[in-house]
């Protein structure tokens, strides 16, 4: 899991990552892939699949539509 801090965008639900803090911690999990515990350590292709996911800070809080998100007027 990395940790990541960002804008939140209430108005749609986007996050907008700004940066990785560079803490990680390891799910355990002996089937994930990018696990100290995977089982499958010295095989070259097993097939256990790589999870990685955000732990996500909200640094800040917009009550809009982030810019991506704003529909054209027509």
């Known amino acids: 899991m990395h ?3 960002g804008d939140y965008w209430t108005g749609c639900g986007h996050f907008h990552g700004r940066y ?3 803490v990680t911690s390891d ?3 002996p089937r994930c892939k990018t ?9 070259r292709n097993c097939g256990c699949s790589p999870v990685v ?3 996500r800070r909200v640094q ?4 809009t539509n982030h810019p ?3 529909r054209p007027s027509r």
């Open 3 to 5: 940790h990541s801090v």
């Open 20 to 22: 990785f803090t560079g």
């Open 27 to 29: 799910c355990g999990s």
């Open 35 to 43: 696990s100290a515990s995977h089982m499958h350590k010295t095989a």
């Open 53 to 55: 996911t955000e732990d």
């Open 60 to 63: 800040n809080m917009y009550r």
């Open 68 to 70: 991506d998100c704003v």
